[in-house]
């Protein structure tokens, strides 16, 4: 009954239909309990979790396991449209030729009439420019911000709206000033503290991460990409300061800090 979708495909257009066509099986009455229940909602956290297990696939270098994840990837995509496929709202040629008219669209240099001689920089301008023009999505940089997803990491997602003020000049003439708003903001964290209401420390420890995203994105730094290496290197120098320990017949727990610190310099000068 299902021989053809147990053949591997040939080309990427009969790729995509064979597991289109396997997860409508799946979908389908008789299918799978487990795939038939799902919905949008049930399938947020796994379409999250399968982005960010491509970018360390990524991250790592490793084909193989960035061949993996993109499939994965792909079968949320191919999930998604699925579940409104049933609901008989759009389908996934639907999706994906939607994406390829607007890929057109905003590729004028490329597909159009506009010469094909612009830097990067001019390309994101242009494309900024159709999605407000020619698609008619004229809006305030309010409005942009808003729809920047929550669910993205927070300092991402800070970037990106810090990104969105700086467009309309909302912004330092330099890193200066972003370091003075880091300094300013420490302080009000330490006022805060010494005041003792747990809703201000929230709030103002939230205004210093804010202000540390803003010298990150000044200075063309990535801040999640930064804080994860940082996270990293804590991680690889503790390491070393519990592997010490134990030869040294010392639980952690029994060690003074000044001792942990000592092999934490250790660490530090070994390069960790």
Not at 52 to 75: M, P, S
Not at 114 to 129: C, F, R, Y
Not at 171 to 200: C, I, T, Y
Request: glycine share 4%; charged share 35%; aromatic share 6%.
């Amino acid at each position: 009954m299902y021989e053809e979708l147990f053949k591997p495909a040939k080309t990427d257009e009969e790729a995509v239909k064979r597991l289109a066509d396997i997860t409508a099986v799946l979908r389908a009455p008789g299918g799978c309990p487990w795939d038939i229940e799902q919905t949008h909602e049930s399938l947020k956290r796994e379409l999250i979790e399968e982005c960010y297990e491509v970018i360390e696939a990524i991250d790592n270098k490793d084909t193989a396991n960035l061949r993996e994840e993109l499939g994965d990837v792909l079968l949320q995509v191919v999930f998604h449209a699925d579940i409104e496929r049933c609901e008989g709202n759009f389908t996934l040629a639907d999706v994906a030729n939607e994406e390829c008219e607007k890929m057109i669209r905003r590729h004028p240099h490329v597909f159009g009439e506009m010469p094909n001689n612009l830097t990067s920089s001019q390309v994101l301008d242009n494309w900024e420019e159709i999605k407000n023009k020619l698609e008619k999505k004229s809006e305030s940089q309010t409005d942009a911000m808003h729809k920047i997803p929550k669910e993205l990491p927070a300092l991402y997602r800070a970037d990106k709206i810090q990104a969105k003020a700086k467009k309309v000049g909302f912004d330092w003439p330099d890193v200066s000033g972003a370091f003075e708003k880091v300094a300013e903001e420490s302080k009000e964290v330490q006022d805060a503290v010494a005041g003792g209401n747990r809703e201000d420390i929230e709030k103002e420890v939230g205004d210093l991460l804010f202000a540390a995203v803003n010298v990150a994105r000044m200075l063309d730094i990535d801040p999640e990409i930064a804080l994860n290496k940082t996270s990293d290197k804590f991680m690889s120098r503790f390491a070393y300061v519990e592997s010490k320990a134990k030869e040294m017949g010392r639980k952690l727990p029994e060690m003074t800090l000044e001792e942990m610190d000592k092999l934490w310099e250790e660490a530090k000068s070994l390069g960790l």
